[in-house]
């Protein structure tokens, strides 16, 4: 089954008040299944927009990520952070692709937002690629989503690379940017680099 993904994007305005909402939303996440790949770090915009915090969570299926946004500890936890945070928050369902070998070293990411505005346009970059000698997995690749909080694109794609210097390699590649050239005036994105979080996970 596809796993689920909570991919967020957030503007802090009182740090220390919004360790109340961290705090607060390990219960429900743990009880959903709900495991963090990203969480803060570094984020460089290769395109488009961003906030300053950005996570992406996987939990079991889209089905389980809809619940834990929607249970009442999560709740509880939203009503905490929305004093000193602004939120963009999407619930997505993944693609199906096989899980991470087990102790893998927390990989780099491209978290993408596309709205397209031409169709054919950018059929031809999908067909471009542009990726495949990084092999990266494709995490989330289009599939159900849900806007649960503020605004976001129509689409979401999640790329995991083997690090961060991978994932920057790849996009700067003559191969991917040909891809990006055909995607030019046919697409808005958001397209970010953001290393994998490995540290302690909730419960």
Same mark, same amino acid.
């Given at each position: 089954?596809?796993?689920?993904?909570?991919?967020?994007?957030?503007?802090?305005?009182?740090?220390?008040? +919004?360790?109340?909402?961290?705090?607060?939303?390990?219960?429900?996440?743990?009880?959903?299944?709900?495991? @963090?790949?990203?969480?803060?770090?570094?984020?460089?915009?290769?395109?488009?927009?961003? %906030?300053?915090?950005?996570?992406?969570?996987? @939990?079991? /299926? @889209? *089905?389980? $990520?809809?619940?834990?946004?929607? /249970? /009442?500890?999560?709740?509880? $936890?939203?009503?905490?952070?929305?004093?000193?945070?602004? $939120?963009?928050?999407?619930?997505?369902?993944?693609?199906? &692709?096989?899980?991470?070998?087990?102790?893998?070293? #927390?990989? =780099?990411?491209?978290?993408?937002?596309?709205?397209?505005?031409?169709?054919?346009? +950018?059929?031809?970059?999908? #067909?471009?690629?542009?990726? !495949? #000698?990084?092999?990266?997995? @494709?995490?989330?690749?289009?599939? %159900?989503?849900?806007?649960?909080?503020?605004?976001?694109?129509? %689409?979401? &794609?999640?790329? #995991?690379?083997?690090?961060?210097? *991978?994932?920057? $390699?790849?996009?700067?590649?003559?191969?991917?940017?040909?891809?990006?050239?055909?995607?030019? =005036?046919? !697409?808005?994105?958001?397209?970010?680099?953001?290393?994998?979080?490995?540290?302690?996970?909730?419960?």
């Amino acid at each position: 089954m596809p796993k689920g993904y909570w991919i967020g994007r957030v503007d802090v305005s009182d740090p220390e008040a +919004y360790q109340a909402y961290v705090a607060a939303n390990a219960a429900p996440i743990a009880a959903h299944g709900g495991r @963090f790949l990203v969480r803060g770090g570094p984020v460089t915009a290769l395109e488009g927009r961003t %906030r300053a915090r950005n996570v992406l969570l996987e @939990f079991p /299926s @889209f *089905e389980a $990520a809809l619940a834990c946004y929607h /249970s /009442s500890g999560y709740q509880a $936890a939203v009503a905490l952070r929305q004093p000193v945070a602004v $939120a963009d928050l999407v619930v997505v369902e993944g693609a199906d &692709v096989p899980d991470a070998a087990p102790g893998a070293p #927390a990989p =780099g990411y491209w978290i993408m937002g596309i709205d397209v505005i031409d169709p054919e346009g +950018y059929r031809a970059y999908a #067909a471009a690629g542009g990726t !495949a #000698a990084y092999r990266p997995r @494709f995490l989330v690749r289009g599939g %159900r989503q849900e806007q649960v909080e503020g605004t976001g694109r129509a %689409r979401q &794609v999640v790329l #995991a690379f083997a690090d961060v210097p *991978e994932a920057l $390699a790849c996009y700067n590649g003559p191969d991917y940017q040909h891809a990006v050239a055909l995607r030019q =005036g046919a !697409a808005e994105v958001d397209l970010l680099l953001i290393p994998g979080y490995d540290g302690p996970q909730p419960g």
